[in-house]
């Protein structure tokens, strides 16, 4: 065998050993990466959540509301969607954290039929295959909601609510209206969704579109409060603290020492004295901007609960709460850890030089080091 033969045999030898490496470190990396995602990064920055206990992700979706729950069970449910604007940013945290892609949302609650609330809510139901949708009682301009008894119609009702209304009855299995007292629980894991609903007909028309019209929501596990309010204002929290079931949990609650957690409403007169005087919040938490945050509202919060136990997620992000039975801790802060997507990136390209570059050695040009004399 010639000597450029034995280059060419070495350099399709170093080919196929270099191609079956970089597909085998593809492979693997695909095949591994949240694995390695986990190991690579601390708690702080991965969010662990295990069957048995209990999640609840307050997402950073500027002036807005988005809520995604992780319950014992292993179910998951998403209160409000955040504005439309954000929604893919939404989507991403869902996938990343709590369900993969293709995966199942059980249940996606709208309180009320705010854009800032509202928005994300179509896209997340084209998104996941979910089970069941809750919506407010006030009626769209959708064909769905013609004699099903719903309220009357405003003349401002966003065109968007229509929409959702219509994408809700297309994509999800069920489509109900949210009723006073309606609960979603599990004895096995000893947890319980509760919608305290307002009266509605004691709440002034004008007041049906955006606010008044959010029920109240509360989660109890393992000595836990999560305190849902939508954008309910001062008749909304009046109606809520007069029913049995709102005084007979918090009775509970205070007489054993629960911690009590309040997702707050960013509204000038929601979370009044008497409100907060009743639920006595452990932490607080606003989803929204910081400039957006009326200075009598902070002032309210700051004096029920101390400035380390009020959350905003504008200075702090995504906020997560984490409960187990031995356990409770906040996560404020993190950031999504990376993807690998880079890792991938670069090994594509390796992949690519090693299948089509030529690597067959150039032949050098034949140089006599004798010289040939020259004529005089």
């Not at 070495?10 to 079956?20: P, Q």
């Not at 601390?42 to 807005?64: K, P």
């Not at 854009?115 to 769905?144: C, M, W």
């Not at 955006?210 to 929290?237: C, D, K």
């Amino acid at each position: 065998m010639s000597n450029s033969a034995k280059r060419l045999f070495i350099f399709t030898i170093y080919r196929v050993v270099l191609f079956s490496g970089v597909a085998l470190v593809l492979v693997l990396s695909f095949a591994f990466m949240d694995a390695i995602r986990v190991f690579y990064f601390g708690e702080g920055n991965v969010f662990r959540h295990s069957r048995g206990q209990l999640a609840v992700h307050f997402l950073d979706v500027g002036n807005g509301d988005a809520t995604v729950i992780q319950f014992p069970s292993g179910r998951v449910g998403v209160i409000d969607g955040g504005p439309d604007r954000t929604s893919r940013q939404v989507i991403d945290y869902i996938h990343r954290r709590v369900v993969r892609r293709g995966g199942r949302i059980d249940f996606v609650i709208s309180t009320h039929p705010n854009i800032n609330a509202l928005g994300g809510l179509p896209d997340i139901l084209k998104e996941f295959r979910v089970d069941t949708v809750y919506r407010p009682i006030i009626q769209s301009r959708s064909e769905h909601d013609r004699d099903n008894g719903t309220l009357e119609p405003i003349d401002n009702i966003p065109a968007l609510y229509t929409y959702f209304i219509d994408v809700a009855h297309e994509r999800a299995n069920n489509v109900r209206i949210i009723e006073q007292g309606h609960y979603v629980a599990c004895e096995q894991h000893n947890y319980r969704l509760f919608f305290h609903t307002p009266t509605t007909d004691q709440i002034p028309v004008g007041l049906l579109v955006t606010n008044e019209i959010s029920p109240i929501i509360t989660l109890e596990f393992g000595g836990h409060v999560f305190v849902f309010t939508g954008r309910a204002g001062p008749t909304g929290e009046g109606q809520f603290m007069q029913t049995t079931s709102a005084q007979t949990l918090f009775a509970h609650a205070h007489d054993n020492d629960w911690q009590i957690h309040l997702r707050a409403a960013n509204l000038v007169h929601s979370n009044e004295y008497a409100f907060l005087d009743f639920i006595e919040p452990t932490t607080a938490t606003l989803s929204t901007q910081q400039s957006d945050i009326h200075h009598a509202l902070l002032g309210r919060l700051l004096a029920r609960t101390s400035g380390e136990h009020l959350h905003i997620t504008q200075e702090l992000g995504h906020i997560a709460y984490r409960v187990s039975s031995a356990d409770f801790k906040i996560f404020t802060g993190f950031e999504n850890p990376w993807q690998l997507w880079w890792l991938f990136f670069t090994l594509i390209f390796a992949l690519f030089v090693v299948t089509f570059f030529d690597f067959k050695p150039k032949s050098q040009p034949h140089q006599d080091i004798c010289e040939e004399p020259q004529e005089q």
